[in-house]
């Protein structure tokens, strides 16, 4: 994806600028831009690190995982851990069990995820599919997920 933005440096409010600037990466506001960019500056490199992607696949980065991971219903947060969890595949049972939840009442706590993934600017989709009763994620997505929920205190 390529995004272009045109500013006019003598007419154009700075803030404006900044704030679409932002938007173009997923966040809803410059504070939250800068605070990511001040984590990736804060990180220093161990002697002995392991790589980790720069991008992820669907457009994903760790903040955009983290307001994704914080807009869903709780229950549906917990699935999406526990698809991570199992990697790459898992069945739909495993996870509405481990989810405590019927089946309507686990559907619908579900759908949450879709809009959550719809409202996260910058990813094409949901980090995981589901193909008839089974759970996929790509693995790389899978250890991002698991490290976002828990830094956000998410069992699974």
Partial sequence: ??????????????????????????????????????????????????????SYPAGWNKAKMRRYMRAMRNTAAKATAVIAANAPAVEASVVQEAVGMSGPEYAGSMASAGFAARNTRGVTDKPWEKRGSTYTIDPTLAKLVLEVADELGIEY
Avoid: K, N, W, Y
């Fill in 1 to 54: 994806m390529h995004v272009s933005i045109s500013v006019d440096p003598e007419a154009d409010d700075p803030a404006v600028v900044g704030l679409q600037i932002a938007r173009v990466f997923g966040f809803d506001t410059i504070e939250d831009f800068a605070a990511a960019a001040a984590e990736v500056e804060e990180e220093e490199p161990e002697e002995e690190a392991i790589e980790l992607p720069t």
